[in-house]
């Protein structure tokens, strides 16, 4: 550490965080350790805000399904739909309901109302459409896929029908199966159908691929990066599926190396729009490879940030958030010799500091809640600064 623990404190605001940077990045990736608290998310709200008045960013990516994500985009960039409808069908994780991001949507509503779409805000969501519990089916992504290619492409060198598609698919609970989450067997994404079904979306990639100039004449911009997204979704899913059958060990890394691959891959999109702040857990932002126990078995995966981080270079920053307590959910006070507990020690929370000045030799604190990821003090090195609270409840 190369200053005193109570001198290295800054505000978490826009002129800060540039402070820590050699420029302004693509794509500014804000982690936080546990999902679910307010406080995180209001300060992403204001730091949000600045970085549209002050530094250009135009596009905020969070980690919710993409698909959903478009009625939100939809929402604050013209006014479709009521909040209320945006809120219950928009976010997917349960985020819908909280206050935090309720009041995001409606200020980059009432940002946009009246201004031009160049200079409109946009919302992204970068996870797939995956839960815990299992994956969508591939309809929803699939089907506008291929809509969209026989509207506006040449009909003539689609793959098949929209009733062959309909065939393969079947019935969506097919897919969304909760049992395959534990069970394998029960997953239908090995089946010959679902074989069927990756080469009908490779095919339909490469057509929207291949037609790029015509489509963009045809097009509009949006309606071809909607496609975009439809298509890398489909792709996505139909893997992830693929990997539920698997009954080898490998079975979740590679579930959890899909996951992040379609969200960075959904990052690097929303960052072709411009400066893009992306919000997730610090585990899909980090520049390290991301680990977890799964019961008695450690699994590790290359994280979406890692991924980005890998393309982007500096155009790519990571600012990671640690908390000292969450008593509400049994995380007290951290021991004095974790990062957590020395950081505890700083005058001000929230505070941003230069994780160059903090100490290497620290312990690695551990949490009696699986829902709260401690610091690694190994990985400070690639982070590029650190927000801290204090306390969140």
């Not at 976010?91 to 160049?118: C, I, K, T, Y």
């Not at 395959?180 to 057509?207: C, F, K, Q, T, Y």
């Not at 990066?225 to 979740?252: F, I, K, N, Q």
């Amino acid at each position: 550490m190369t200053a005193d623990i109570t001198d290295i404190a800054r505000p978490v605001d826009a002129r800060a965080v540039m402070g820590l940077l050699p420029g302004r990045p693509r794509v500014l990736a804000l982690g936080e350790p546990t999902h679910g608290e307010d406080a995180l998310l209001d300060l992403r709200n204001a730091l949000f805000r600045q970085l549209v008045e002050q530094e250009g960013y135009r596009t905020l990516a969070i980690e919710s399904d993409c698909l959903k994500g478009l009625l939100v985009d939809d929402h604050v960039t013209s006014g479709a739909g009521s909040l209320d409808d945006v809120m219950e069908h928009g976010f997917s994780h349960g985020f819908g309901a909280s206050a935090a991001n309720r009041e995001l949507v409606r200020w980059m509503r009432a940002h946009n109302d009246g201004r031009p779409a160049s200079e409109r805000l946009r919302f992204a969501g970068v996870d797939g459409p995956l839960e815990i519990s299992g994956a969508a089916s591939p309809r929803q992504a699939l089907t506008p896929l291929h809509g969209y290619l026989a509207a506006h492409g040449d009909e003539g060198l689609l793959p098949c029908p929209p009733a062959t598609l309909d065939d393969l698919l079947g019935t969506d609970d097919r897919w969304t199966n909760p049992a395959v989450m534990w069970e394998p067997a029960e997953s239908v994404g090995r089946s010959a159908e679902a074989r069927e079904l990756r080469l009908i979306a490779d095919d339909l990639v490469s057509l929207l691929d291949e037609q790029t100039p015509h489509l963009l004449a045809a097009t509009s911009r949006d309606e071809w990066e909607r496609a975009r997204l439809h298509a890398r979704t489909a792709v996505g899913l139909l893997r992830y599926h693929h990997g539920m059958a698997d009954t080898s060990p490998s079975r979740m890394p590679r579930l959890l190396g899909v996951r992040d691959q379609m969200m960075a891959d959904n990052v690097l999109a929303a960052a072709e729009r411009g400066p893009t702040l992306v919000f997730a857990h610090n585990a899909h932002l980090q520049r390290e490879k991301s680990s977890m126990r799964m019961g008695d078995l450690p699994v590790a995966w290359w994280s979406a940030g890692a991924l980005v981080g890998a393309r982007l270079g500096e155009d790519y920053a990571f600012l990671a958030t640690a908390l000292g307590t969450i008593r509400h959910q049994g995380v007290d006070d951290p021991p004095p010799d974790t990062l957590e507990g020395r950081l505890s020690a700083l005058p001000e929370s929230p505070v941003l500091v230069d994780p160059r000045q903090l100490p290497t030799g620290a312990t690695p604190r551990v949490s009696p809640w699986f829902g709260y990821a401690p610091l690694d003090p190994a990985h400070l090195g690639s982070m590029d600064g650190v927000v801290f609270f204090r306390d969140v409840g």
